[in-house]
Each structure stands twice: as structure tokens, then as C-alpha cells.
């Protein structure tokens, strides 16, 4: 699978970054790495894989792609695309575009001879190998072969070229054919119509290629004739929701404009079963949290005072590699709760959210990190369903991962704050309820939960019990501030840094912005870091944290 994704990113990045580029020499220079791909996977030469990568995709366009279609994408001289010729045909000898011949013999040159991906050459790139050609009739050997070729028995359908009842026919031929693979055995169990399959592959196929959701109404205009009752039939069913697919629960509504009432993605249960069946399609999570990947996070070295430090081991050696589940099972057997709940907690800057980044990094787990803003809804009764789909969609996404992930609530005190009493408007009873679904979630709570917030006071009482781990951060020590002033700038030496130590009461966060700063200056200004240079800078992130002062704001001129 990964082999294909590299195969289909390179093919992708040489079509968008070769259209309109004139074919020359410097567009085709910065797509080296994907021709390496290309050439390395497929035995491609730079102009072939150029070539077959414009093809392939214009061929779901055009069908056939004349030469005079290239001269129209590429933007340039016909005889810059005629020198191409002969890698053209190539391509065709090493099987792998079929030539389609003009019917007339008075054709000009550049016109009337057109071009199309061999299907068994473009079904097989999902392979181990460079694909080859396959026999007609013969049985599918990769899965992706068979969902590739129903997509394009829909594309063509949509173009014309085949007729409603002739592309059902194909389905039927493409689903015999492929009946022995994983994907094809899901389908079946799943019981599907027709018309349902068709928009499961068609859904799969764009997943695969870099589209999320689709919609049935655009769909339901590609497969059917324009007075087809079974149009209209396939149409409503999604928007009603009563089709089987929706009924199985693998499809959730996806985000669109309002009178798109029938955009559909993949739900975590079919990502699931895609992933059981050796197909592994993006996760596309809700505008309700991020979700960072483990392996995309920047380790980083984390200085804490030494107390923080032993406070944040023992939580950090609890959520690690396969400690974490040998402690839930435990859990689990005495009747306590099984997940692992934390408040980091202390002043602003000390490392609480990248500490959660780290940990998280270390021990292979993504972060489902939740946006406090989306949660907190204007609209009253709203914001207590987002909460509950928030937990909701954690545990669905759970079963996707390898390990456990962490769901962080990140400056959780504007949501976790002490709860309102007495008379109350409806956010206020909107708020305590969120609150009351929260600590209903925690009670039980199965996973890794973090909270972080800069004001503990502020968070109600009732939440204390739910937290096994409180951990608290303090401001560095001199001792602290020196490794961090050394850890970010090597342009310093260690007498300078402990100076800047000594002088400056900074937390890690506002060293990075010292850090940034000067690193901005210096290339803005074309000058060197030094000393005095982030000694301003640290005086105006102190005067910042001053009250009543506002400090200075912008970039030094020159730097000595």
C-alpha cells in the first residue's frame, strides 16, 4: 500500500506541476524527486514517466488523449510535444499506452492520433512490482485493479460512452471477476445493491486519490440517463439516508454548502473494514479537533525543573509502548476505571502542550487534539452534542490506531471553569451541563485524556477526583533557562547564555520567541545574533508581560 501511495503522489505532483508550464527545462527540474520515483518503481525514463503521468489523469477527462490535447495542456510549441514522439511510442511497445488510430487518413499531423492508458498497465500499479499487462478474463490479482476499473466504468458512463444498463453489465463482470479478494468478500457480506456498490467503489477510488467526500446527486447524474426513475430513486436514498450503506452505518454526512444535502465520506466503522481488508484510506476527522499524526511531530528536548521532571516521569512511563495496556487490563479486572486521565497545570510557556507533543511522539500515539472554540457553540443545546460526539468520535478513532491515542483538551479552564450557581441564563446552564457531560465521560473514561490550563483555581472542584495525574509546571530555575538559552542558540557561547539566564526570568515559550525573533532580524537584516541583539529582544518580551506596559513592537534594524 505504501508502495502505491508513493506511485500515486509522483503521478499526481508531475500532472498538476506540469500544466501550463511550457515543457521547459527548469518546470521539469523541480520534479526530479518524483521522476526517481517514478523511474525507480515503474523503470520509467524522465520523458515517458512526464508522459504517462499527464495521460493517465487527462484520460478520465478525455477518454482519448490526442497529441494535440497535450499541446493544449502543456501550453507549448507543437513540435516541443512532436519530439516527444518517440517516447510515445514506447510507451505503446512496453504496453502501456494503447494507440488509437484517426479514421482518416488526411488527418494533420498533430491531430487525429490519440492515446489511452492500457487498463491492465493502470489497474496493476497497486502492485509489489511494475505492473504488466493481463490476459482478459483473467481473475484480479489486486484489489485496487477491480475498484479502479468499476470507477472507470462510471467515468465512462458519465462521458457517454457506455449506456446505464452496459455499465451494470461491467459491475457485474468486475465484481465475478475480483470475487476472491478481501474487498470484494466485504462488499458482498455487506449485501449491497448495485447502485450501492457503484457509489462504495466510486467513494473508495477518490479516497485513494485524494478526494474525501462524494456527492450522490453528482454521482446519480454520471450513472443514470436523465429520465431514469432509478436517478431519482438513487438520489433520495442518500438524502433520506435510507440506502444500505447508510443504514450500515459506513457513511457520515461530510461538510458542504447547504444545498449539498447529500455529500457523504467514509465513517471510522468503513475506514475499519477497509483497514481489515488491507485497504488504508485517510481518517477524515470532524472541523471539531485536529488530529496530529505521531510520526509528523518535531522531537524537540524538553528542560524542566527537576521536580516537574519527576512528576511528569511516572505519567509519561504509564501511557509508554505496551505498559499502558498491561496497566488498563489491570484496571479493568479490579472494576476501575481503565483510562489514564491528566491536568498539566502551571504557568504559561513551561512546557505543558509540548510536553503532551513529545510524550505522544515518544510512545507512537496520535493527538486528537479538541478546539475549545468549536465546542463552546452559540447556539444553546449545540455545544452539549459536539462534546458528547467529541468523546464519541475519540473512541471510534481508537479502534482505527495500533496504539491508543491522546485526547487533549488544551487550555481546558474554558471549558472545565467552576460551574455557575443560582439564578442562570441558558449559556450558563448550557455550560454546566457540557461540564456535567465531561465529567460523566471521565468517570469511565477508556484511553489517554490530558487537560492542560494556566489557571488551576479555575477549574471546578467536582473535575479534582476525575485527574490521576496532576502535574504541575513551574517557571524554570537559572539553571533551567541556561540549557534552553544553550538548546536554542548556538551562536552563543555557554558564558553568554548563562548572562542571559541570570538577566532575563524568561519561560521556554518566550526564549522561542526570542529565538524567532532574532532569527527573523538576522535574515531580514542580513546581519549576525548576537548578545545585545537578543537582549533587546528579551526586554521587550519582558516589558510585554509587564503591566500597564505595551513594550516595543517589530524587528531591530541592525544587529552588531
Known amino acids: 500500500m505504501e508502495s502505491f501511495q508513493n506511485v500515486f503522489d509522483s503521478i499526481s505532483n508531475v500532472f498538476e506541476k506540469t500544466s501550463g508550464c511550457g515543457l521547459g527545462a527548469d518546470s521539469l527540474t523541480m520534479l526530479t524527486p518524483d521522476f ?289 495496556n498491561t496497566i488498563s487490563e489491570g484496571f479493568r479486572q479490579k472494576g476501575l476505571p481503565s483510562g489514564v486521565v491528566a491536568l498539566f497545570h502551571g504557568f504559561p510557556g513551561t512546557g505543558k502542550t509540548e510536553s503532551v507533543l513529545q510524550i505522544a511522539a515518544a510512545s507512537g500515539r496520535d493527538i486528537m487534539k479538541v478546539d475549545i472554540s468549536q465546542a463552546r457553540s452559540k447556539w444553546y443545546g449545540s455545544s452539549e452534542r459536539i462534546v458528547k460526539s467529541i468523546f464519541a468520535e475519540y473512541h471510534e478513532y481508537s479502534t482505527l490506531c495500533d496504539r491508543t491515542p491522546i485526547l487533549l483538551f488544551n487550555e481546558a479552564d474554558a471549558i472545565l471553569s467552576s460551574r455557575n450557581t443560582g439564578d442562570m441564563s441558558s449559556a450558563q446552564k448550557a455550560e454546566n451541563n457540557i461540564q456535567n457531560i465531561i465529567l460523566e465521560e471521565l468517570e469511565n473514561f477508556d484511553g489517554i485524556f490530558i487537560a492542560t490550563t494556566n489557571l488551576l483555581k479555575n477549574i471546578d472542584s467536582a473535575f479534582d477526583r476525575r485527574f490521576l495525574f496532576k502535574v504541575l509546571f513551574t517557571k524554570p530555575t537559572l539553571e533551567v533557562r541556561s540549557k534552553i538559552w544553550q538548546d536554542k542558540f548556538s551562536e552563543l557561547n555557554r558564558e553568554e547564555c548563562l548572562e542571559l539566564a541570570a538577566g532575563y526570568e524568561l519561560t521556554g515559550g518566550q526564549i522561542d520567541n526570542v529565538y524567532r525573533k532574532s532569527q527573523i532580524s538576522a535574515l531580514v537584516n542580513g546581519t549576525r545574533v548576537s548578545v545585545q541583539s537578543v537582549k533587546e529582544y528579551c526586554e521587550q518580551e519582558r516589558n510585554t508581560r509587564a503591566e500597564g506596559r505595551t513594550g516595543k513592537i517589530g524587528f531591530l534594524k541592525s544587529a552588531g
Not at 510515445?88 to 494503447?98: A, S, V
Not at 449506456?163 to 476472491?180: E, S, V
Open 36 to 324: 526517481t520515483v517514478l523511474s525507480e518503481r515503474l523503470q520509467l525514463t524522465k520523458n515517458e514517466a512526464l508522459l504517462f503521468s499527464v495521460i493517465i489523469n487527462l484520460n478520465y477527462r478525455e477518454v482519448v488523449v490526442e497529441q494535440s490535447t497535450l499541446i493544449d495542456y502543456f501550453k507549448c510549441t507543437p513540435t516541443r510535444v512532436y519530439a516527444l514522439a518517440a517516447d510515445l511510442e514506447t510507451l505503446c511497445k512496453k504496453g502501456i499506452l494503447r494507440k488509437v488510430k484517426s479514421n482518416s487518413d488526411k488527418t494533420p499531423l498533430l491531430h487525429g492520433i490519440g492515446y489511452m492508458v492500457e487498463e491492465s498497465y493502470a489497474s496493476g500499479l497497486g502492485g509489489e512490482n511494475r505492473p504488466n499487462q493481463r490476459r482478459r478474463g483473467k481473475r484480479y490479482s489486486n484489489q485496487l485493479q477491480m475498484i479502479s476499473d468499476i470507477y472507470k466504468a462510471i467515468t465512462l458512463a458519465g462521458k457517454g460512452k457506455i449506456d446505464t444498463q452496459r455499465m451494470f453489465r461491467f459491475l457485474k463482470r468486475i465484481m465475478q471477476k475480483g470475487k476472491n479478494l478481501p474487498v470484494a468478500k466485504l462488499i458482498n457480506s455487506l449485501r449491497l445493491a448495485d447502485v450501492d456498490i457503484l457509489f462504495f467503489a466510486y467513494l473508495l477510488w477518490e479516497n485513494l486519490t485524494g478526494e474525501s467526500s462524494t456527492n450522490a446527486k453528482i454521482l446519480s447524474d454520471r450513472i443514470f440517463d436523465d429520465t431514469s426513475d432509478m436517478r431519482v430513486n438513487f438520489y433520495m436514498s442518500f438524502v433520506s439516508q435510507t440506502n444500505t450503506l447508510c443504514k450500515a452505518g459506513l457513511l457520515a454526512k461530510a461538510d458542504a454548502p447547504a444545498y449539498e444535502e447529500a455529500e457523504f465520506k467514509f465513517s471510522v466503522k468503513a475506514v475499519k473494514m477497509l483497514k481489515d481488508v488491507g485497504i488504508e484510506i485517510p481518517y477524515e476527522h470532524s472541523e471539531k479537533f485536529t488530529v496530529i499524526r505521531s510520526g509528523e511531530i518535531v522531537r524537540k528536548s524538553l528542560f524542566l525543573n527537576s521536580e516537574d521532571q519527576n512528576n511528569l516521569m511516572l505519567f509519561e512511563k504509564a501511557v509508554s509502548g505496551e505498559k499502558f
